[in-house]
């Protein structure tokens, strides 16, 4: 059963618990009794009453790790957390989670970097051995280079073939030179290109593989502050445990609330929802502790209505804040709130259960005086009584319910005026 079904099934008890204060019992004779209720006067207060829960109105998220979604790890479980309710220092421990698909990873990029980290050595090696070639070959064509042009200085005396001859020798020499120094620098570039890849491969998965050791060392999930630890709770109400799971998109493990302010999370149904405004007060009680009252009021009201899962029933969220608070009170106690909607001054009423009706006509069995029906004509009603605006005087007796021989009662009509 979800905590708002619950709220509302034992809202719904309330009322009859409370009507047992008007119940008078008689009995003549060893007779069955009758139930019967005395006619009152007085203040009348319209009240909604329904079953909440306390909350604390702000508190603190305890976070799990904040990169998650930056190494692609999308939920992770709770592997073990305190007690609900625990109260804890700054930075003390709070819960584990599920270390294995990350640590899958770091071994994966473990593995990873090795491998890069072995080809970029040998890169490096082998880059600097086909530039050192490079360099040697350049060094033994400069040395050719200076020879032709020797042979040619040499060769002036010479006849005008030979001089030819040593010349082509030259300006074959001084080609293979540039070209091997044009061969050199594009090589040069080659190897600069390929060591700056296998570099940012390497710097990648490094930066990855830390981002990794990083984020693991906050899955050992610790109090940002010092308070009373309460488990989040899901959208069906069902707290985050051991076993539960933590998504990437909201990774809140738990709360600290802050206990000096504190609010009762409760839902009225669709029929008395238009009474509920906020800024009205609110008698507070706590079943833990039926003797504590406390005063509150109506701080917001929901705009639009939840169904509740498996009924028809249609229900709007509202909030109410305690006015003062204590040291016993606890998220997750159960609370009752009496909501005044309303109050006339001075007013008759009786029990709602001594009001019957035939089509269109209201009336009370009356237990004192001439035994007789008596239209009346009602008002406003609670969930315990309700008014009667003509028909009735403050002192008179009526029955709670059809008493015995009800069929002889004669029906007292109200004047047409009164109507």
Known sequence: MTRKRRILLLSGLLPVLLTGSWLVFRSE????????????EGVFEIRVTTTGELEARKSENIYGPSGLRSIR???????????????VDSGAYVATLDRTEISNRIKDEETELDKLESQYARTRLDTSLELRNAREELVNLAFALEEARIALEQSKYEPPATIRQVQIELDRAERTYQQARRN????????????????ASLAQTRRRYEQLVEVLEDFTVRAPQAGMVIYKRNWDGSKLGIGATVSAWENVVATLPDLSEMISRTYVNEVDISKVKAGQPVKVSIDAFPEKVFEGKVTEVANIGEQLRNSN????EVKVLLMSTDSVLRPAMT????????????AVY?????????????????????????EVRTGPS???DIVIERGLEPGEQVFLSIPEGADK?????LPDEAR
Do not use: C
């Open 29 to 40: 004779g060893g007779e069955a009794a009758d139930l019967i209720a005395e006619v009152n």
């Open 73 to 87: 790890i999308w939920q992770v479980k709770i592997e073990d957390i305190i007690p609900d309710g625990s109260v």
């Open 184 to 199: 050199y620098s594009l090589k040069l570039d080659k190897a600069r290109a390929t060591m700056q890849e296998v570099s």
């Open 313 to 316: 029933a249609k229900v709007f």
């Open 335 to 346: 609370t009752q709130n009496a909501i005044l909607t309303g109050a006339i001054p001075s």
């Open 350 to 374: 009786i029990p709602v259960e001594a009001v019957h009706a035939d089509d269109s006509l209201s009336f009370v069995y009356m237990a004192s005086g001439r035994r007789e029906r008596r």
């Open 382 to 384: 609670n969930e315990n």
């Open 409 to 413: 009662f004669r029906m007292l009509r």
